[in-house]
């Protein structure tokens, strides 16, 4: 049974940072693309950055692109996701989403076969 773990949210002024951590277990991690999304209040789910199995491919939406920084650990079955500059629209929960190895890095939610249960980042100005 595939368990992802979400970890690290909270509340930060406007400017701080946060690191999200995802905890899996159940599955090969290595063998597994690890994705970030979000979803704030009254929004659908959006994409934020995926990384591969292997962790030499990452991709983000340009809203997270010099900002946040996806990595993953294998040894510790582990993905993160640090956030610096956090403003009021990063707010939302944060979800760790996982697929097994493909081609490319889908930043589709319907692509991603298994999901944590989110944790909430509030940003406050």
């Known amino acids: 049974q595939v368990q992802l773990v979400e970890s690290g949210g909270g509340s930060v002024q406007a400017g701080g940072s946060l690191r999200l951590s995802c905890a899996a277990s159940?599955?090969?991690?290595?063998?597994?693309?690890m994705g970030w999304f979000r979803q704030a209040p009254g929004k659908g789910r959006e994409f934020v950055a995926a990384?591969?199995?292997?962790?030499?491919?990452?991709y983000s939406a340009d809203f997270a692109k010099g900002r946040f920084t996806i990595s993953r650990d294998n040894a510790k079955n582990t993905v993160f996701l640090q956030m610096n500059s956090l403003e009021p629209e990063d707010t939302a929960v944060y979800y760790c989403?996982?697929?097994?190895?493909?081609?490319?890095?889908?930043?589709?939610?319907?692509?991603?076969?298994?999901w944590g249960q989110g944790t909430p980042v509030t940003a406050s100005s």
């Open positions: 990384i591969r199995g292997s962790g030499t491919s990452v």
């Open positions: 159940g599955l090969t991690f290595s063998s597994y693309i």
């Open positions: 989403a996982a697929v097994r190895d493909i081609p490319y890095l889908p930043i589709r939610r319907n692509n991603y076969d298994f």
